[in-house]
């Protein structure tokens, strides 16, 4: 069955930088677009980023464009979220999720991992 598990989060200063990853089965995982978003404390779900199956085509959310940097590599099965200079108000849950076989919803999503920016 299909499987999406995230890791990588925990606690980061701000200015400094982070990698999250998102290890896939159960599917074929090159021939689905792939998505972040995530959920802060109290707040509604947010797209973070998106990425296309050969991943030369990534979308961002401005509040982190510039900063965060997605990839994928489709060998081992992994999506990416590389997370530079990070600010306290991206301090979430982390989710990352696959679209269906539409392209224009998401089916799948991990458990979530913790990410929290203080100093």
């Known amino acids: 069955q299909v499987q999406l598990v995230e890791s990588g989060g925990g606690l980061v200063q701000p200015g400094g930088s982070l990698r999250l990853s998102c290890a896939a089965t159960?599917?074929?995982?090159?021939?689905?677009?792939m998505y972040w978003l995530r959920q802060a404390p109290g707040k509604g779900l947010e797209w973070v980023s998106n990425i296309n199956t050969g991943g030369d085509m990534t979308y961002y959310a401005d509040s982190v464009k510039g900063r965060f940097t997605i990839s994928r590599d489709n060998a081992q099965n992994t999506l990416y979220l590389q997370m530079n200079n990070p600010k306290p108000e991206d301090t979430a849950v982390y989710y990352c999720?696959?679209?269906?076989?539409?392209?224009?919803?998401?089916?799948?999503w991990g458990q979530g991992t913790q990410v929290t920016v203080s100093s």
């Open positions: 159960g599917f074929t995982f090159s021939s689905y677009w």
């Open positions: 999720a696959k679209v269906n076989h539409t392209g224009y919803a998401l089916d799948y």
